[in-house]
């Protein structure tokens, strides 16, 4: 059974916004990193941003000050707010979840880390 489900893509021009959602059936791990990760045409799977039990978000260079990561209170559902969106954006987006920490600030988003993935909702950014 897959636990995470995604939703809220869709197609936008360039400078606008978008909320992604990720709704989350039940919890795995007694702390967590939450994350958003992405994966463009021909590009490799990056993570954008994360946030853990205590709630520390992580974001990816290019996206921070654009998007933000979020729960709800009762941290069934996932946000990820996506403003000035860019062509460069284009991607299939992906919720994951895996054990600990999101790692630090400087460090990347390493996919190993993350045990459970969504199936993934498409955001495409026309110029």
């Known amino acids: 059974q897959v636990p995470l489900v995604e939703s809220g893509g869709g197609s936008v021009q360039s400078g606008g916004s978008l909320r992604l959602s990720c709704s989350v059936s039940r919890y795995v791990y007694s702390s967590y990193c939450m994350a958003w990760f992405r994966q463009g045409p021909g590009k490799v799977r990056e993570g954008v941003a994360g946030?853990?039990?205590?709630?520390?978000?992580k974001y990816v260079d290019s996206v921070k000050g654009r998007f933000t990561i979020s729960q709800d209170n009762a941290k069934t559902t996932l946000y990820l707010e996506m403003n000035s969106l860019k062509p460069e954006d284009t991607a299939m987006y992906y919720c994951?979840?895996?054990?600990?920490?999101?790692?630090?600030?400087?460090?990347?988003?390493?996919?190993?880390?993350?045990?459970?993935w969504g199936q993934g909702t498409q955001v495409t950014v026309s110029s």
């Open positions: 946030i853990d039990t205590d709630g520390n978000t």
């Open positions: 994951a979840a895996g054990p600990g920490t999101c790692g630090s600030g400087s460090s990347d988003f390493d996919l190993a880390d993350f045990g459970y």
